[in-house]
């Protein structure tokens, strides 16, 4: 079955850091582009930061420069670093696999996610 796993959200105060990790299953890695989603309470679910399986990056512009997606394969695991956080950064943080050159979703369902919250 396959499942996503988030963790290393918290409550940090703006202009600090964290690391959120994603595992997910070996034939995920290996086959797909993986990304890292957030929503944000009313807004829609958006795609801020992606990595195809040859290790090319993608970011969406609110994130680029304080943001870095990587993966390491013989773990399983995604990473997004994340410095510089800012009060809009806060959300729900998500990954997913991906269509690589969109925006679209592989799998029709999500892990639980996890809480990043972005506040002094």
């Known amino acids: 079955q396959v499942q996503f796993v988030e963790s290393g959200g918290g409550l940090v105060q703006p202009g600090g850091s964290l690391r959120l990790s994603c595992t997910a299953s070996?034939?995920?890695?290996?086959?797909?582009?993986m990304g890292w989603y957030r929503q944000a309470p009313g807004k829609q679910r958006e795609l801020v930061a992606g990595i195809s399986t040859g290790g090319s990056t993608n970011y969406a512009d609110s994130v680029k420069g304080r943001f870095t997606i990587s993966r390491d394969s013989a773990k399983n695991t995604m990473y997004l670093q994340m410095n510089g956080l800012k009060p809009e950064d806060t959300a729900v943080y998500y990954c997913?696999?991906?269509?690589?050159?969109?925006?679209?979703?592989?799998?029709?369902?999500w892990g639980q996610g996890t809480q990043v919250t972005v506040s002094s």
């Open positions: 997913n696999a991906y269509y690589w050159g969109t925006q679209i979703k592989i799998y029709d369902f």
């Open positions: 070996a034939m995920i890695f290996s086959l797909h582009a």
